[in-house]
């Protein structure tokens, strides 16, 4: 593994996150989505720790980040409203995720009015938190781990339909029709130079994405490689996707290396440059109306809206212990809970 930077709890909170981009992504993937169903809190609620008014907060998401797992429940509730948790639960089975099937076995231990034959429709009205935690679990990307997208797959859900599951961003074509714009100025132009501005404009993934491509080599025409569609969906659909965050680039950054003017390209997409995502809002706006603000801050918001899978990805950054050292006069009941389990443990040693 690569070695993170450490940082202190004292640093300041928006200074340091907004110079590290690691970092930062790894908080909004957590936080910037909000959750309709359940109680799964999110970034407006670290803005509500941290005294910001409402009213001021909800500017902050310009982009509307849902959770495209709760999305698929209600496609599911709509197409298929026939289909019941059992079938649900098989997916999941198929797809290696038995921690959900855990979550669903547990409602239907509590409660005696769900079990393998309830439609999942009915779900909406008489436990939505179910779909909320089925949700937080297969939204998370993590290498080796099957999600949302593989359930949707998994339930033969068709794949036209459940790749618009995850943004609105996705149907916003401007990296297609930056490629064609490419094509037509410089017609000479070949994967080489494309994988070289990629390589200036840090986007390795995007390369990763065009190697896959066997049909032709790098001193092809982009217009040869424009014609494996396979290849291309890929690589339009990652310049397109990280639009949420000003900090990584994405195919307006692309179409400016390859000279294109600005005023072409604002018509491709006018509105997305300034596309924030709401976490980052956040943190910017606390760099100026609380500059004082630490990350020991950060870990006391997030700790006290119970992420820790945020709290995970902030603890790569910092030396061992710091969290638990921050967090260690903390009298919410999660940590006395915990303290007492701790004791108890100690004690029977
Ligand atoms: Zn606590």
Known sequence: MEKKRKFKPSDPLAKT???????LEGLFRCLDKE????????????AEYFEIEEQEYQNFNCSQVHSPTEVMFEYLQTRRPEMII???????????????????????????????????????DSDPDIIGKIAFLLDVQKKGLNTWSDLAASLEIPRGDFKTFETCNKDCPATERLFELVKIHY????VRDLISHLEEIKRQDVIVAIRKCTKVSEDALLKDLMEDLDVMENVCELLNQKQRTKRVKNWSHLGRRYGIKKEYLDDLSPSQEEIVCP???????????????TLADLIWAIHSIDRDDALEVLKVYLQDGCIANVL??????????????????????
């Open 86 to 124: 059992g079938g649900v639960k098989g997916g999941l089975h198929s797809i290696s995720r038995e921690d959900v099937v855990c979550v669903l076995v547990e409602y239907e231990q509590t409660y005696d009015t769900v079990d393998s034959d309830t439609l999942v429709c009915s779900l909406f």
């Open 17 to 23: 996150i907004l110079d590290c981009l690691d970092l």
């Open 187 to 190: 017609p000479r132009t070949t």
């Open 279 to 293: 976490t980052e809002a956040l943190i910017q706006s606390l760099g100026g109306s609380q500059p004082y603000s």
């Open 328 to 349: 260690r006069l903390c009298d919410c009941e999660r940590c006395e809970k915990a303290r007492e389990q701790e004791k108890g443990h100690a004690d029977g040693l």
């Open 35 to 46: 959750y309709k169903y359940g109680s799964c809190k999110c970034w407006k609620h670290v």
